[in-house]
């Protein structure tokens, strides 16, 4: 099982957070791909406000999934996600070849320490 990639830019609790997926072929060109989804979720697999199996429409060799408010929401603490990407695409070594792949990222608690 591969390692998540762990992205070094935290989240902010409710705010907007942007995570860019790009796609590559086998010798490292840019591929644009067939169909897309993406779930995400807690580290105990739990789904996060929803968000399973949500389909890209219209996928291409790069895409920006914009995650917001309830997606961002933390219950008093830090807390860290994960975002998985199923994609297939065709290339010269067949067609509807599967891609999957993950990230995990912090949303930064903002409530304030009022003791």
């Given at each position: 099982?591969?390692?998540?990639?762990?992205?070094?830019?935290?989240?902010?609790?409710?705010?907007?957070?942007?995570?860019?997926?790009?796609?590559?072929?086998?010798?490292?060109?840019?591929?644009?791909?067939?169909?897309?989804?993406?779930?995400?979720?807690?580290?105990?697999?739990?789904?996060?406000n929803s968000r399973e199996n949500?389909?890209?429409?219209?996928?291409?060799?790069?895409?920006?999934?914009?995650?917001?408010?309830?997606?961002?929401?933390?219950?008093?603490?830090?807390?860290?996600?994960?975002?998985?990407?199923?994609?297939?695409?065709?290339?010269?070594?067949?067609?509807?070849?599967?891609?999957?792949?993950?990230?995990r990222f912090v949303v930064d608690d903002l409530k304030a320490?009022?003791?």
């Amino acid at each position: 099982m591969a390692t998540p990639t762990l992205l070094t830019t935290h989240a902010k609790e409710r705010g907007t957070y942007v995570v860019t997926v790009a796609f590559t072929d086998e010798d490292g060109n840019a591929e644009d791909i067939k169909t897309l989804v993406w779930t995400l979720t807690d580290l105990d697999g739990n789904i996060i406000n929803s968000r399973e199996n949500v389909n890209v429409a219209t996928p291409g060799a790069s895409e920006d999934i914009v995650l917001s408010g309830a997606d961002l929401a933390t219950n008093g603490e830090d807390k860290t996600l994960e975002l998985t990407v199923e994609a297939t695409y065709d290339s010269a070594l067949g067609s509807d070849l599967p891609l999957h792949g993950s990230c995990r990222f912090v949303v930064d608690d903002l409530k304030a320490d009022v003791s």
